[in-house]
């Protein structure tokens, strides 16, 4: 078994990552946790392959199982949904020495964490991300969010798990779809901070080849955040560099009501406008959007978007967590593995669309 550290002031965690590490997720929680409480909260889409295992295994192991499951995607991360989820948690007498269990991808991870953070003024909660998305990114480092009308992630809180347990075979039931939507914050990884990983990617004959190297492909991603983390716990300098393509990615979202575009095919978007007009500006190495080009094609995810109402765009930018007065910290690159924050009025951000 792989184990990270997540070290932070107030703050430890590990991180484990292990093939078939589901199957024996009680005896797992049993050597954190003491009480006997445990709350799951899920999707249709994961239930269906995991959720009863998970109870079982738990239940197996002394617990007394609450599952709460909920409708899949990113529209289930409201208000109302936040709401029904307090309704469960407190009918099951939850307390804040009880643990509840996310179990799912991004969305649920999300929503979890928000839930245990804010009800009875937090419950400690652990991460079990199944998608790869989650396993990667979102399940590390402690950002816990709902979204609003007006976008993506604007009622949150920092929020750090108990534990991250990550099953790399979980995988092998994840839609297509969602398993390349998830490989786009595996490039962007590579992107931002690691030359060789962006390279390994290039180089991958295929899927097969690819899934064998998976072990390495989440251990490399979650080293990076971690050291991020650690740095920039509440994300106001350098784990800014983490949202590289996001900032259009998140509008272009917002823009089509979250049904067009999945989280990772809109930040792939993102990622070669981004880079493409950077290039065009002289401070990005030439060649560089013609290389993540190449990659997102590689990974079925497009990298060329026309959108015609830009103002709609920017509006939603303006709302961005990087947005300050007059200006936004947009996260580029100068070469593959290297990026950096830029500082640009609002009204220059649509000339990158």
């Known amino acids: 078994m792989r184990e990270i550290r997540v070290n932070l002031t107030e703050k430890s965690y590990p991180i484990y990552i292990e093939e078939g590490l ?25 239930d269906n392959f995991y959720g009863e295992k ?4 738990l239940e197996n192991n002394g617990f007394l199982v609450l599952k709460v499951v909920l409708e899949p995607g990113e529209k289930s991360k409201s208000i109302e949904t936040l709401l029904r989820v307090y309704d469960e948690l ?32 937090g419950v400690p909660f652990i991460q079990i991300p199944t998608s790869l998305l989650a396993q990667i990114d979102s399940s590390i480092g402690g950002k816990v969010a709902v979204d609003l009308p007006k976008g993506k992630n604007l009622v949150g809180s920092f929020y750090h798990p108990e534990a991250v347990f990550i099953d790399p ?41 690819l899934m064998q190297n998976m072990d390495y492909i989440i251990y490399t991603c979650c080293s990076i955040k971690k050291e991020i983390v650690e740095i920039d716990e509440k994300d106001t300098g350098d784990r800014m560099l983490l949202n590289f393509g996001h900032t259009i990615g998140h509008a272009i979202e917002k823009y089509f009501n979250y049904e067009a575009y ?29 290389l993540i080009k190449e990659i997102l094609k590689k990974y079925n995810l497009q990298y060329e978007i026309q959108l015609k109402d830009k103002e709609k765009i920017l509006k939603t930018i303006a ?11 947009l996260v580029l690159i100068k070469d593959i593995g290297e990026s950096y924050l830029h500082k640009l009025p609002k009204e220059m951000v649509t000339d990158f669309i």
């Open 22 to 46: 589901i199957s024996n997720i009680g005896a797992e929680i049993k050597n954190i946790y003491k009480n006997k409480k445990v709350a799951i909260i899920t999707d249709k889409n994961v």
């Open 54 to 57: 998970v109870k079982a295994s």
């Open 90 to 121: 407190l009918d099951f007498e939850i307390t804040r020495g009880d643990l509840i269990i996310a179990l799912g991808g991004g969305v649920i991870g999300d929503l979890t964490g928000f839930a245990a953070a804010t009800l009875l003024r």
């Open 169 to 209: 075979k979980m995988l092998n039931t994840l839609d297509e779809r969602f398993f390349y939507d998830g490989m786009a914050e595996v490039i962007k990884y590579g992107c931002i901070k690691d030359k060789e990983l962006f390279n390994n990617l290039l180089a991958y004959e295929n899927k097969e080849e």
């Open 262 to 290: 999945t989280h990772g095919e809109a930040v792939a978007l993102g990622m070669y406008a981004i880079t493409k007009k950077s290039e065009e500006m002289s401070i990005t190495k030439k060649g560089s959007s013609e």
């Open 319 to 329: 709302l961005d967590k990087k947005s300050k007065g007059n200006h936004i910290s």
